[in-house]
């Protein structure tokens, strides 16, 4: 019952703690509004980012996959939860000898040559430590904080005060079908054992391709709560920021086949593509030959259906034909559509698919100041929707977009200069959706995965 009782307790005390916060945040919020008519959504947005940022672990995940869907939150909000750092304390080396005994038993000290008990990077979830195999080779060991499965639930059930309160400024969007879906992948992260199949996945997808490098997972280190991977030595991506073009292009190349090789054709997206899941590998003169990609507890697998929507509605806005618009937005699961909200979704569409639809070479944000990209468009689907909204959010869409925003970040600090039309036209070049699914039913089956729902 010990056990038991501990985690009950870890599971109460997170409770609330997440709900004192979030409370205070919510109840200044509420009541600038009731007394006085206040509506200052920038000190409002700061009050729930410092309570968040405080808190750390998941909920503060959940509110930064919150802030880059458009209209989820208000500007204000989105801005200031964008700019949280999802850093937890770290643990400290006997806490860290005490989890690691919990995870490989009492000699797993003797199953590494070294292991470092300071930790090399923390995040929301967990940390990594730097080791060596017995056969000499470098290991990154992705150590998870303990109770996590009960800090998820505490901060999961919060989110919908978080939601409460978007309810109450007149939404857009209506928000539970994201719900749904974020609390649905962020229990996934929870699982190593199915993170190290979706990197398997992610091996076998990208092996054709020498400049983008997939770490490899050792699996007798490894538990649901330890992921021991091959250690990849790499230079951050904004350390290239001031390279020359053609260096700048070879690593945006494979930023971009990273991403839309395993999508075009495996249906996979890689949910989380910021800045730290990516490094860039080369010589001894740091000059770039590829990049390696981390981090795969953030994996959404699609239905064929899904990603034939992502090629008509590309198509239909390159022919400017409706009807195939209209599909696909009908076969990513939005129902009922007004004109006034396909007109909506329209303008954040071109923006999404801009650079795809423009044949030469350029950046992502072609003269637009990094701090403006994207806020015109937001803030005129923000308007349109509001008018005839609330929209219902499939779950399907939700990790597209992020995912898409998120990539597009990346190319933003990065600067490259690309053809992204011949890009991505090469990536879709004779797309089918059976091809596709036999392929994606075989590599699923080859890492021991399944279709997510």
């Known amino acids: 019952m ?41 000190q409002s947005a700061a009050a729930l980012a410092a309570a968040l940022g405080r808190l750390k672990g998941p909920l503060m995940k959940v509110a930064q996959m919150l802030a880059t869907i458009p209209d ?32 490989l038993g009492a000699d797993w000290r003797a199953r590494f040559a070294s292991f470092d008990l300071t930790p090399a990077a923390a995040a929301s979830l967990g940390q990594v430590h730097h080791a060596q195999s017995k056969e000499g080779m470098s290991l ?17 059930k919060q989110l919908d005060l978080i939601l409460a309160l978007h309810r109450r400024m007149r939404p857009a969007i209506d928000m539970r079908e994201v719900a749904k879906e974020i609390a649905a992948r962020l229990r996934e992260e929870l699982d190593y ?16 391709f020498a400049d983008i490098r997939v770490p490899h997972i050792d699996i007798d280190l490894s538990t649901a709560r330890l992921l021991t991977m091959q250690w990849l030595e790499g230079r951050p991506l904004v350390a290239y920021k001031a390279a020359d073009e053609a260096e700048r292009s070879l690593i945006g190349t494979a930023l971009f086949k990273a991403w839309w090789i395993p999508f075009s054709h495996y249906g996979v997206i ?41 090629v008509d509605l590309y198509e239909g806005l ?88 998120g990539l597009g970040a990346a190319f933003l600090h990065l600067g490259a200069k690309l053809n992204f039309y011949r890009l991505f036209n090469a990536a879709i070049d004779g797309f089918d959706s059976e091809a596709l699914a036999a392929r994606q039913s075989a590599a699923l089956a080859k890492a021991g995965l399944a279709a997510t729902l």
Not at 292 to 301: A, E, H, Q, V
């Open 270 to 310: 890689h949910g989380d593509p910021h800045l730290g899941n990516y490094s860039v590998f080369g010589d001894d003169a740091a000059r770039a030959e590829g990049i390696n990609l981390f981090d795969y507890g953030c994996i959404r697998i699609f239905a064929p259906r899904f990603v034939a929507g992502v």
């Open 318 to 405: 390159r022919q400017d034909d409706r009807a195939r618009i209209v599909h696909a937005y009908e076969s990513w699961g939005f129902r009922s559509l007004a004109k006034e909200t396909i007109e909506a979704l329209n303008i954040w569409a071109r923006f999404i698919y801009g650079p795809l639809l423009d044949d030469r070479s350029r950046t992502i944000a072609d003269g637009v100041a990094p701090g403006l990209y994207g806020r015109r468009e937001a803030f005129a689907v923000h308007q349109a929707l509001r008018t005839h909204g609330p929209l219902a959010v499939p779950r399907e869409f939700v990790f597209m977009d992020r995912a898409a925003i």
């Open 140 to 156: 990154a060991c992705k150590l998870q904080y303990p109770d996590m499965a009960s800090a998820v639930e505490a901060d999961l």
């Open 2 to 42: 010990t056990d038991e009782t501990d985690r009950f307790s870890a599971r109460a005390a997170r409770h609330l703690r997440v709900s004192a916060h979030v409370g205070r945040a919510a109840a200044r919020i509420a009541g600038a509004r009731l007394l006085g008519g206040g509506t200052n959504d920038a």
């Open 72 to 103: 989820a939150l208000p500007a204000e909000y989105a801005e200031s939860l964008a700019r949280l750092q999802a850093q937890a304390p770290p643990m400290g080396a006997a806490f860290v000898k005490r989890r690691m005994l919990a995870e």
């Open 193 to 208: 054992r199915r993170e190290a199949r979706h990197a398997a996945l992610y091996a076998e997808i990208l092996r054709p």
